[in-house]
């Protein structure tokens, strides 16, 4: 079991900036990728970010290309999505994601982004 614990979420203006970060515990040695997926109201989960933990690239939609870099420390664990340039679009629930070796799923509890003037 992997479990996962999200901060830094909040409120943020338009063209502003904004750090998430994600602390994985309990049997890390068995996360082969770790990334971000948002889910805005009345739409469904998408991928944001996901980082291959052994060569530290990130896969990212076409949406946040250029505007959201995630990065993973794979001493201590953790996740980060930085996001900048942010627009009303970006709204949602962030989540991090751990994704195992034997290809199960992990999830943490959410956190709340909201690009607004």
């Known amino acids: 079991q992997v479990q996962l614990v999200e901060s830094g979420g909040g409120l943020v203006q338009p063209g502003g900036n904004l750090t998430l970060s994600c602390a994985a515990s309990?049997?890390?040695?068995?996360?082969?990728?770790m990334g971000w997926y948002r889910q805005a109201p009345g739409k469904q989960r998408e991928l944001v970010a996901l980082?291959?933990?052994?060569?530290?690239?990130?896969t990212y939609p076409d949406s946040v290309k250029g505007r959201f870099i995630a990065s993973v420390d794979g001493a201590k664990n953790t996740v980060s999505l930085r996001m900048s340039s942010l627009q009303s679009d970006d709204t949602a629930i962030y989540y991090c994601?751990?994704?195992?070796?034997?290809?199960?799923?992990?999830w943490g509890q959410g956190t709340q982004v909201t690009v607004s003037s």
């Open positions: 309990g049997n890390t040695l068995s996360i082969r990728a």
């Open positions: 980082v291959t933990m052994s060569s530290g690239r990130g």
């Open positions: 994601n751990a994704v195992s070796r034997a290809a199960r799923s992990y």
